[in-house]
C-alpha cells in the first residue's frame, strides 16, 4: 500500500517539478573559470538561495565535503584541504594535503581525516594539527573504496558489492582489519547510536548492520528505496536517504524506470533497527552518467530543510515541515548552462552550515551559497561502537577442500608466484612479500622477508622478482635460494604519465615486457629490455570498476595480450614490437580475466557467464568454442586439463576439468571465507591467494 501511494505521489511531484522547472530564471551573473562559463547558478521562484560564492583555493575538482564544528573539508582532486569556516561564508583555507588516488568521500574526527578513492584504497591524514596535515597511511581496503564513516575507534568503509569493511584505527598510523559485512552494494554509509546504515545501489535498498560491538556485526534489516542507494544521514529518529538513476520496486516497465530514481526517502527510525518508511519527495528525471554518479543528502539542524546533492540534477532544497509531504524549496544548477535538459557537469557533495550551504562539483570545485533556512548540524553519534580489538577469524572449516597458511600479521594474501621449484611469493599487502618452502611434513615455511612496507602483487621470470610497492612503486629483487631478496632496480615516478601514482598490480608478461596497474589509470606497460632501465612506452586505460586483475600474465604466441574490459568490451594490447594501441572490441561483453589456453588461444568468461575460447587480437570475437554450464570466474589452467576459477565478488571457487572447452565439467567448488584471487598451480596442487583467509592449498 505504501509503494502505491509513493507512485502516485510521484507522477503529482512529477507534474510540479516539471512546473517549477518552466519558471526556472538566472539568480546571478556567469563567471569565467579557464576560459569556460561555469559557475552559473539558478532556482526556481521563491528559492531560498540567495547567491553564491566561488572559493577559488578549491580548485576545479571538488569531490566531497565533510563540515565539524568550523571546519570544512574537502576533497579536491588528489587533494584534501581544511578551511576555516567561523565566517561561514568566507572560508579561510588552513592547510592542504595530498593522497595517492582521487577523493571519493571523506570523514573527520579529532584525530585524522579519511578519505576513499576507489581503486586506491583508504589514505589516512593525521589531522591532529589542522594547520600541518601529515600523511599517515594508505590502507589497503579489500576492494573499491568508496564511501566512509568513523565512529570513535572505528572506521567504516563501504565497497560496492563487497559490502562493508570494519577498520580498527585506534592507531591512525596501523590500521588494523576487524571485519567485511557482505551487502548487496554498498555505495555510502552513516553510523548512529550503535546502528550502521547502508545505502545500496542497485537493489534500491537501505541495509541496517548491527555496529555496536565488534564481536557481534550483523544485518538486522533491509527496506526498498524508491531509486538506487547512496547518501544516507540521520537527525534525531529520522533517517534520510538519496536515491539516483532507476527506480525500484514499482510497477514500471524497466523503459519507463529508466532515471526515475531521482529523490529523497525519509524514514522513522524510532526504533533503529527497522526503519519505517515515512514519506519521499521526487527529483527530475535524469540518466546521465560519465563520473557523476554522486548523491548526497544532509538536514538543517531543525529537521525541516533538507539539502541534497543529486549529481548532475544539481543541489535541490526540500521542505520537511510537513514531513508526510516534502515538497521541493529550491534548485541550484551550477555548470556551463544550468539547463535541466543538458546538465553540464554534477554536484558531488553538500555541507550545511549557519546560514549556508556548501556544494562541490566536477569543474567549479567548492561554492558557498547563501541560505538562511539553512542551520549547522553538531553531529552526535550516541553511543560508540565497542571492542574496536575485536579480529574476525576468517578460518578454513575442517570440511574444506584446503588447508591454510596465514601470516603472522594480519594481511590480505593478495598473489602468488613459483620462484623455481621449491620457493613461493606470496604479495602479503600491508605485511609485505613473504618467502614460502614447502616442507613435506611440516607444510609452508616462512624462510624469508621483503624489507618493504607494503606488496600488492608479485610476479617472477628470469631470476627477477618484480613487486607491486603501492606508493613506493615497482621494486625489482633478487633471490637466493635461502629467501633473501636483493633489490636491483625500482620504478616510482613516472614522467610519461604524473597521473600513475602507486603501484597495485604487476605481470611479468615476457621477456621484454612488465606490465603494472594502480587500478584507476589502468595498464602500463614497461620496456625492460635495457634493464635495470624500464621505460614506461604504452598505457591501457580500462575504467576504475576493479573486481579482479583482469589482464592475462602471459602473452600470447601472436604478441597479443588479453585485456578484458569488463562491461564494455574485449580488448588487446599489441606487443609486437612496440606496443600500439589496444585493439577494443564491442562486439563481446567480458565479465572476468582471461587466460592464456592450449593452441595460442584463451579463455575469458563472456555476459551470461560463458566461459569461451577466443583467437587473440581478432576483432570482431571469433569464439573457437564454448563451455556448457555457469564457470563464472576468473580462470587459470595448468597446462594439461584443470582449471581454478576464482570469483573473487562471490567468495566462491572452483575446479574445472578441461579435456576440451566444450566437455568442462565443475569437479568441485567452495565457498570461502576470504576473497579468492588468481591461483596458481604447484606440485600438481591449487593454491590460492584468499585475502584474510591466507593461502589455502588443496588438500
Known sequence: MTRIFITLLLSILTCCTSELNAEITDINAQSAVNGKKEAVIQDIEGNIFEGITRITEAGNAGHALYLRGNTLYCGSGTEVLVFDVSDPLAPKLRSRC???GWVRQLVADDKAIYVTARGQGLSIIDASDLDNLKFAKRYDTI??????DVAGDVLFVTLRGYGVEFVDISDIYNPQHIYCQKTPESQSCWYQNGYLYSGEWAKGLVTTIKASDMSDIRILSSDNLYGCGDGLSTLGDRLYVATGHHARHTDMSSEEAQGMGHGLDIFDISDPAKPSFISRVQFDKLYKRGSGDWWTVRPSADGKTL????????????DASDEKNPKIAGRVFIGQTGKPAEPATYVSSVAVGDGVVYATGQTFGLVAIKCSKAKKVERDQGTLPSNPGARYAYDTPAGSHFKAWKPDERAQVRALALAGDDLLLAACSDAGLIVLRNDRKAGLQQIGKGDMDFAGDVSFRDGRVYVAEGVDGLGVYEISRDGRLTEIARLKDMPEYPEFKVTLWVNAVSDRYVIINDRRYGNTVLDISGFPAMKPVHQHHMGTTWWDKYIADKVSPNGYIAAPIVGKGMSWIDLNGTPKDSVHDRSVQTTTAACPFRDGTVLVNLKGNRLCQLK?????????A????????????????????NFRHGKEFKKVSIPTVESATILWKE????????????????LVPAGYQGILIEK
Open 98 to 100: 595530498s593522497i595517492y
Open 143 to 148: 576492494e573499491l573504496a568508496t564511501g566512509v
Open 307 to 318: 539539502f541534497v546533492a543529486d549529481t548532475f540534477n544539481g543541489l535541490y532544497a526540500v
Open 616 to 624: 587473440p587480437g581478432v576483432v570482431p570475437a571469433e569464439i573457437i
Open 626 to 645: 564454448e563451455a556448457k554450464g555457469n564457470f563464472n570466474g576468473s580462470p587459470v589452467w595448468d597446462g594439461e586439463s584443470t582449471l581454478a576459477v
Open 671 to 686: 565457498t570461502l571465507e576470504g576473497n579468492p584471487d588468481r591461483a596458481i598451480f604447484w606440485n600438481g596442487k591449487i
